[in-house]
């Protein structure tokens, strides 16, 4: 299968997740107008902290995810940070997914199973285990084919649902909840995880793609599919837009499209907890020693344990991390970059010509945005 292809379907499993279904809430509350502000804003902001970071791993010989990266670019306080980060940010994400899995195979599996979501939520994280430990290659190859599915699926729910499209349902503007899609966008978009695991496959597949042209396609492909899956939805429900974007669908569409929705869920959830999952069992491997069975056994202990113990909101799990992983891994990025730009023991195969000036307005705005998330 060509090589493109698939790191792209990897990168877009790893972005489109659990984040895009909570954009048509936010943006249902906020307003169309922002609602395109920071699709566009935030892309563009998203798009160059991806290709610094597919530099920096292009700048370096060594093997590492973002922790060993900030070892050697920035020493044991950007391993300290980083280290935080890694766990917080993967494990809290792979939390959220964990919770919203279990609400959408219930939906699924209603008509035939009586379990609790909380049940499902446990057998998902066993198939994602065992995928996990299969390695890199297979995770790879069913990224293509998930993705391809997700964006199948999407298609068909949109199908039935776009007849009951209304421009009126579609608010311009609301003031007061002007700050509200930051976050979530935010969130939707990033995809830092797959970044090094891109970059390690192309290398060992020796395959002749440069990594920023699957960078750019595969943001932009992300990007646009989350803009016409929220904008659809919002068209159709309006103000009784629900916050997993599904439910409020259902007294125009029927049941069996809830259903579909829900598989698509599924699909989007499975595909990019697979490419996390990977990520931190290769972490885990390279940049702290760990033997590969530890490894695959602590990924699995990571987003279990808050489980266990009662932390199940989905919304207040996938909001603090929204925050955190704009501020904590996107200024991370950005030293590394300037950093890897002097002291990198390789040259890369593209380089990106970003000014002082341009590295300290980014951190501006991430660091604003947080504050204006929290406050507003």
Known sequence: ???????????????????????????????????????????????????????????TTE?????????????VWGRVLASLALVFVIGGTLLAYLILAGEFLKIIFSPFLSLSPSVFSLLFLALCVFFISQGRQLITKMEFFLTLGLVGVVALVLAFALPHFQVSNLSLFDLKNVFLPYGVILFTLIGFEAIPEIA????????????????????????VLSFVFAFSVVGISGVTTSSD???????????????????????????SF?????????????????????????????????FVIGIREFIGVIGIVGVYIGVVEGLLIIRMFQKARTTGDRKPEYEIRAPSLLLFLLAA??????VAELLF
């Open 63 to 75: 093997k590492h995810r973002i922790v060993g990266y900030a070892y050697k670019y920035l020493g």
């Open 200 to 223: 390690t496959f192309l290398r060992d597949a020796k395959a002749k793609v440069r990594l920023d042209k699957v960078i750019l396609a595969a943001t932009s492909f992300a990007a």
């Open 274 to 306: 697979l490419v996390l999952g990977n990520y931190l069992k290769n972490s885990l491997r390279h940049d702290f020693a760990v033997p590969t069975g530890l490894a695959i056994v602590l990924t699995a202990l990571i987003p279990l344990v808050p």
């Open 245 to 271: 974007a599904f439910s409020g669908l259902s007294p125009f569409v029927g049941n069996r499209v809830i259903m579909m929705g829900a598989f698509f869920g599924v699909l989007s959830i499975l595909s």
């Open 1 to 59: 299968m060509n090589s493109f292809i698939l790191a792209v379907s990897t990168m877009v499993g790893t972005i489109v997740g659990a984040g895009i279904f909570g954009i048509p809430y936010v943006i249902s509350r906020s307003g169309v107008v922002p609602g395109v502000f920071y699709f566009l804003f935030l892309g563009g902001i998203v798009t160059l902290l991806h290709l610094f970071y597919g530099e920096i791993c292009l700048r």
């Open 365 to 370: 705005i991430l660091i604003g945005g947080a």
